[in-house]
């Protein structure tokens, strides 16, 4: 098993810090909110239904 090289690895990162921002606006719109308030909120753990999982994705409960 070779090992992914360098672009590959900016590639998947870049991937998922869009879907994390996509995942996190969405969130942020079903709660009449800009995302940035809600990232705030996240960050010191005053959302329920919203997480940062390890694939550093935004979960959100419609």
Sequence with gaps: MTEPDERQI?????KIWHTRM???TTAAAQR???YTV???K???GEVEGVRFGREMRVW???
Aim: hydrophobic share 50%; glycine share 4%; charged share 30%.
């Design 10 to 14: 900016m590639a998947d990162a870049e």
């Design 22 to 24: 996509q995942d996190l």
């Design 32 to 34: 009449g909110m800009s």
């Design 38 to 40: 809600l990232y705030r």
């Design 42 to 44: 996240v960050l010191r």
């Design 60 to 62: 959100a409960d419609a």
